[in-house]
């Protein structure tokens, strides 16, 4: 007999991602993260399977670690990945006393950081590790030839290396030094308070581990990308000067012995998510056409790499091809202040890039995968739910995978090889687990039928009880139509009894509610409670408009949605009305917060990482540009 969802099965759940196909699209490789309980803390680990699913899946790395970002070489044999090992600290001691020197270097963390690491999938073995950085690796990519890889790495000078020692407490007196706080972008969700150590470019030789740099100077230069030809290495640099006050992220180029660099954005775009085309003649990014309207559609976007403009000295290429304004906020703003509140960057040229979606009324939500020279396919949010959609050039943009009843999701890190693409699927009663898709089934438009599931890493779940999901739509103030998702208890039956509701709203609030795998949902619903998930006005994947209408005036609207939500189950006679309850994190705290203020229908509430004051919250979160720019 099948039992409740318990707490202890968070333990038990692991999520598979991050799937990278072979080039002779035989192999998968892929992370899972998994919980340890003790530790209150997560591991991944990497796994192979066959991407026709005639094998198990395989387990490559073991252990406490996070193994993440794997990619193939390009004859497929070796397999590079990120990884922070706890032995890293021992090897570089043993490797600094080995060289002549006791002292620990300057700036070194007391924590493992990322390094890169090889495997040899021929011949099986331990992974080789190709870096020692300090500061540890961010991100990489494999050359064409094999032979390297180029990666970005934080890179510390002198004096801030004593900085960095004296913050972490392993100066001369053995006690934590004060943060020196002179930058506007002060602190950021996830690396906390932010210092002002570049992120550069280097080349490390796979034989020889022998690192080079390749970029230098004031900026931060990311997300390396090697053409297929080799002959270049795109990467994304905020070059305004002023990078902590605006968005105009642009895609340059330089050549992979540092030389002949070439500026391939002109600033009228953020740009993100870069991907070149099999011939390397293109790239395709994803950005809104307004960096800075969060509101506004992020869009797939093709420039071509023969427009890219030389660049004489790339260090030196700091607030040129700007206007005066040179994305500098006044010290004292003239007239009023609303309207003088900011100084956006203006460029001095466009860029000559060509929008694939912009028939599309939805988002792109994730990295595009290049199909062949003229065809790309990219995850997208479509009416509260994650899918494939299919755009070409000079042909309009359509979502093409699923394309049945609207209750699955699939995952935004989708990777096609060898004529197969892998991607994450998941529905509300079913854990995320990898399949496959032959691309020439996406072409017919009959994709469903011939997916095949390759991974089973939750059948465990087969045996508990889970909520169903059905969608509701209702009217809403100013007669909009919105849509919620409702999570019945498992054997909810209203004519039995009434359910208890809980309300759970969404952060962002540029997101969305969809029907994927929510823990916390089914164990809620597990418990007996009816769980409510509106996709109120701002929520993506309704179109741009419906997003829009709450730009520079949270609160009602969204707090209508939820309430026209609320009195819509209880129309249906689902919900007992004296036991109804309110929470959400982030966005959702904040509606919550609202919710708490406007109206006494909820018995509790709980406010996750919400907040009251916007006023307070201003120079003292991380989201100062949002609230200059949300006007």
Known sequence: MKSKLRLADLYALLTPGQPRVSPDGRRVAYVVQGFRKKENDRYQNLWMVAADGSTPPHRL??????????????????????????????VAATLAEAEGGTERKPGTPDKPQPQLWLLDTAWGGEPRQLTRRDEGVAEFDWSPDGRRLVFSSRDPEE???????????????????????????????????????????????????????????????????????????????????????????????????????????????????????????????VSSLVPENYYLLRHLLVVEVDAAEAVDDLAACVGRGWSALGGVVPDRPAGDVVSSARAYPVPLKSTAFQVLTAGLDRPVVGTPVWLNERELLFPTGDRGQTRLAWAGRGDRARPVFPSCDRMGNVSHDAHAAGGVLVLGMSSPSAAPELYAVPLAALEEGVPEERATRLTYHNTWLEERLTARYERITFPSSGNVEVEALCALPPGFDPAQAKAPLLVKIHGGPMSYDGPDFRFDVQHWAGQGYLVLMVNYRGSISYGEEFCQVIQGDWGPREHDDVMHGVQAVLDRGWVDADRMYCTGFSQGGIMTNWAVGHTSRFRAAASEHGMWDYVAAFGTDDCHRWWQDDL
Do not use: M
């Open 61 to 90: 790395t073991r252990g406490a670690t996070r193994d993440t970002a794997p990619a193939w070489s390009p004859d497929g044999r070796y397999l590079a990945f990120l990884s922070t090992r706890e032995h890293e600290l021992e």
């Open 159 to 285: 004096a801030q290396k004593t900085y960095l020692d004296s913050i972490r407490g392993k100066g001369k007196e053995g006690e934590k030094g004060p943060l020196v706080i002179d930058r506007v972008q002060h602190k950021q969700d996830g690396s906390g308070y932010l210092d002002d150590v570049k992120t550069h470019l280097f080349i490390v030789d796979v034989d020889t581990r022998q690192v080079t740099r390749l970029t230098g100077g004031s900026c931060n230069e990311t997300a390396p990308r090697w053409s297929p030809d080799g002959r270049w290495i795109a990467f994304t640099s905020n070059r305004t000067g002023d990078a902590d006050n605006n968005h105009r992220n642009d895609l340059w180029l330089i050549g992979p012995d540092g030389a002949g660099a070439r500026r391939l954005t002109a600033g009228d775009v953020g740009a993100g998510a870069a991907s070149w085309s099999p011939d390397a003649r293109s790239i395709a990014f």
